[in-house]
């Protein structure tokens, strides 16, 4: 690890993402009294990669990368999640967000594991043609660490189908010819064109709308006359409103990383996409709306809030502002432990981001199985099968809930502990 790394790592472990995972862990496995070994192995990762590269730029200098991938458990099946190309990526940040995709495919019963990964730079001071080398360079570092059967990436933050293909191409291109058909599910959110299934890019958004509309259901709320804001206009939140849209609901205040935007008439989704594409994917200066500042955007009254960019949105500070019914979690970890509880005290409802966001990898299993068994999804199959796998990990959530009297994020943890705890009880722990 170089010094620049270290560095960031112990900013990092002052404000530590994974040791709120880790606390939140802790609160689902207490109230379930999981075996305590169980318990010991859960809260460790099995194997953590950190890799240093170096890529030629298009001044013809060399930089060296710092690049991550984070395994969590594989107990059932293998490794799975997203890859992230960030300023502010870490072992810390991947390592969270790794426990994450372990609970989050054991919640929606899917026969994976979970794993994380990234590289540390920022995709906005990249050229295209820097983005393919360094895509491609940190899959040949990578080498056998990731593998269709072993470990599969997909698309997280600041990556999307197009790198999926680079990472596909040059994971393919070190293995024998006669076995690269075999092995293009080693990766998944890839485009159509090049293995990829249909409703994958929409499939994130897609889940949050179906997890929206039986929470609506349950609650009896009229969601065509509900208000809501989203933090984040990537892939996520983008989805989620435009999905949302003809369910009647106005979407009155936007953030991103460069500004949060108001308008109490409400801001059509189609237009503020179309316009953040012209504007280097920001909802700065956008005509539509007035530019309102951090505080203001989270203390803006509606009923349902969207976290859908970064971790650690909703702290001590923040929750106090929140004039919310609800929380939907677009993103991975956007809530601390001392947010939930500001949230609880408030009464505001939270779906947590393993239930919510699930859609993602619901939909990158599909794909997974689709390439393995050459065939050809059309999207009224994967949505239907997506629709069926979160309104079953809604209700065993809202089940669970009941049960143990406790909140729903510590609810979900325990659907997927059950799980896990079950398989480690019977396979037992070697030798
Ligand atoms: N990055 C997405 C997530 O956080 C999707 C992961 C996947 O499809 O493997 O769930």
């Not at 012209?278 to 809030?305: C, L, R, V, W």
């Not at 947010?339 to 990158?364: H, R, T, Y």
């Not at 069926?388 to 502990?417: G, N």
Request: glycine fraction near 8%; charged fraction near 25%.
């Amino acid at each position: 690890m170089n010094n620049k790394t270290a560095e960031k790592n112990n900013l990092d472990s002052k404000i530590s993402f994974c040791d709120n995972v880790i606390k939140q862990f802790h609160k689902a496995a207490e109230l379930m009294s999981i075996d305590s070994d169980i318990r010991r192995i859960l809260a460790t990762t099995k194997n953590e990669v950190v890799v240093h590269f170096p890529v030629r730029m298009d001044d013809g200098t060399i930089r060296i990368f710092n690049g991550y991938r984070v395994q969590h458990n594989d107990v059932l099946g293998p490794f799975k999640g997203g890859l992230r190309y960030h300023p502010q990526t870490s072992t810390d940040e991947v390592r969270a967000l790794a426990m994450l995709m372990t609970w989050k495919t054991a919640l929606v019963n899917l026969p994976f594991g979970g794993a994380k990964g990234g590289i540390e730079c920022n995709p906005l001071e990249l050229s295209i043609t820097e983005l393919e080398r360094i895509t491609r360079r940190f899959t040949f570092a990578l080498g056998n660490i990731i593998g269709p059967e072993y470990d599969i990436p997909a698309p997280d933050v600041n990556t999307n189908a197009q790198i999926m293909v680079w990472i596909l191409d040059t994971y393919l291109a070190t293995i024998p010819p006669q076995d690269r058909n075999r092995n293009v599910h080693v990766v998944t959110g890839k485009t159509i064109a090049s293995g990829g299934i249909c409703g994958r890019d929409k499939a994130t958004g897609q889940g949050i709308v179906f997890t929206i509309e039986n929470w609506c259901k349950d609650k009896k709320f009229d969601l065509s006359q509900a208000t809501y804001i989203i933090q984040g206009f990537g892939n996520v939140g983008s989805w989620a409103a435009r999905l949302l849209k003809p369910h009647g609901p106005k979407l009155i205040a936007v953030e991103d990383a460069s500004c949060a935007i108001f308008n109490p008439a409400g801001i059509d989704p189609d237009d503020l996409l179309r316009y953040s594409k012209s504007n280097q994917n920001f909802i700065a200066k956008y005509p539509g709306a007035e530019e309102i500042d951090h505080k203001t955007f989270m203390g803006t009254k509606a009923d349902i809030f969207i976290p859908a960019a970064l971790e650690n949105q909703i702290t001590k500070e923040t929750a106090q502002l929140l004039k919310v019914k609800l929380v939907i979690e677009g993103a991975n970890g956007p809530t601390t432990p001392e947010g939930d509880q500001i949230l609880q005290e408030k009464n505001v409802g939270l779906l947590p981001g393993i239930l919510c966001n699930a859609g993602g990898v619901i939909v990158s299993y599909f794909e997974w199985l689709q390439n393995k068994r050459s065939e050809i999804w059309d999207l009224e199959q994967v949505d239907h099968s997506l629709r069926r796998i979160i309104d079953h990990a809604y209700i065993r959530t809202r089940e669970t809930a009941l049960e143990y009297k406790t909140d729903w994020r510590t609810a979900a943890y325990i659907v997927a502990l059950k799980r896990l705890e079950e398989v480690y009880r019977e396979r037992g722990i070697f030798p």
